[in-house]
């Protein structure tokens, strides 16, 4: 079955160090979102990336699909404390009708 | 827009009770999943729903587990019995249908099982 794993599971960063969570794939993805879960609350939807080699910025925030569409990537600039929270991928198989969730990355920011 | 409502948002149960979930999901979204988060982990799909029928049930625990959304919109999950591996929170989300990939989550119900 498909697997969708993230690297690292924890990371502690200094405020305004940079960040970035990794995101493979055991199969081909037609598309991966990834999501950001504040502590106490529900994932909510950050960006959805469906071409290979796809790159999408939104303010500190650099995602990456990659060639193969079988990882991805996300990069926070200069992390501030509101970047608190865990950030999962989500992959959507070839064919599939739903998305199968990453382990998620826990980042914590030390002011 | 209002967003997806779950209720109860926590619930305190012994092992071998029954109880049940309840979604309402954004108005004119045609597609409902329920997800299991157990703590630490990413969430897991247990079905998805479209309108009324059922797209993937295949990691719903069909011993225990059932839901049902019968006139296409609001929708509820059971566990009966409860296992104390059950303890999670349990998080409805809804699709609107066209291209959008994109799922909009409610807050979630916290389930203990004592």
């Known amino acids: 079955g498909q697997q969708v794993m993230q690297i690292p599971q924890y990371q502690h960063v200094q405020e305004g160090e940079d960040f970035t969570t990794y995101c493979n794939s055991s199969?081909?993805?037609?598309?991966i979102q990834w999501y950001k879960q504040r502590p106490g609350g529900h994932p909510v939807f950050l960006i959805q990336?469906?071409?290979?080699?796809e790159v999408k910025k939104q303010k500190r925030l650099t995602f990456q699909f990659g060639e193969a569409k079988k990882n991805s990537s996300l990069h926070i600039t200069a992390t501030q404390t509101t970047d608190v929270g865990t950030y999962f991928c989500?992959?959507?198989?070839?064919?599939?009708?739903?998305?199968?969730f990453g382990t998620g990355t826990r980042l914590t920011v030390i002011p | 827009e209002a967003g997806v409502a779950q209720s109860p948002r926590y619930k305190i149960i012994e092992k071998r009770q029954s109880v049940a979930f309840w979604c309402n999901p954004i108005?004119?979204?045609?597609?409902l999943y329920w997800y299991q988060q157990i703590l630490g982990q990413g969430p897991k799909l247990l079905i998805q729903f479209q309108n009324n029928g059922v797209v993937d049930d295949s990691q719903l625990p069909k011993d225990r587990f059932s839901a049902e959304r019968l006139k296409g919109v609001d929708s509820t999950l059971k566990i009966q019995p409860a296992k104390l591996e059950d303890s999670a929170v349990y998080l409805c989300?809804?699709?609107?249908?066209?291209?959008?990939?994109?799922?909009?989550f409610g807050p979630g119900t916290r389930l203990t099982v004592l």
């Open positions: 989500a992959g959507r198989q070839t064919g599939a009708n739903n998305l199968f």
């Open positions: 108005s004119g979204h045609a597609t």
């Open positions: 989300a809804s699709r609107s249908s066209g291209t959008t990939d994109t799922q909009y």
């Open positions: 199969t081909t993805l037609s598309n």
């Open positions: 990336l469906v071409k290979s080699g």
